[in-house]
Nanobody, 123 residues
Framework: QVQFVESGGGLVQPGGSLRLSCAAS????????IGWFRQAPGKEREGVSC????????YYGDFVKGRFRISRDNAKNTVYLQMNSLKPEDTAVYYC????????????????WGQGTQVTVSS
């Protein structure tokens, strides 16, 4: 069974850090570029970052550049999103998904999605 499981979300104060994990099962993650998306209440889902199959290609949305870092460990079938200097506007449910990724952005198809992990940034 193909499955993504996101974890690592939680409540953090502004300026704090979290590391999200996206663990895949049922398929070899190394075959796919992976992206992180987020959706805040009442807002559309937006792309945060993506990473190519070989990790040499990475893309970041302008709103997270310099604060977030995406990485992958294909041996562990896992992609990570290190989030630093968190702001209240980063509050959202974060999802990972398979996609196409290059330096200018990300593209479908989005074949597999996880269930999401909640990130709340608040004092």
């Amino acid at each position: 069974q193909v499955q993504f499981v996101e974890s690592g979300g939680g409540l953090v104060q502004p300026g704090g850090s979290l590391r999200l994990s996206c663990a895949a099962s049922g398929f070899a993650l190394e075959r796919y570029a992976i992206g992180w998306f987020r959706q805040a209440p009442g807002k559309e889902r937006e792309g945060v970052s993506c990473i190519g199959r070989g990790a040499g290609t990475k893309y970041y949305g302008d709103f997270v550049k310099g604060r977030f870092r995406i990485s992958r460990d294909n041996a562990k079938n896992t992609v990570y999103l290190q989030m630093n200097s968190l702001k209240p506007e980063d509050t959202a449910v974060y999802y990972c998904a398979t996609l196409l990724c290059d330096y200018s952005g990300y593209y479908g198809p989005y074949d597999y999605w996880g269930q999401g992990t909640q990130v709340t940034v608040s004092s």
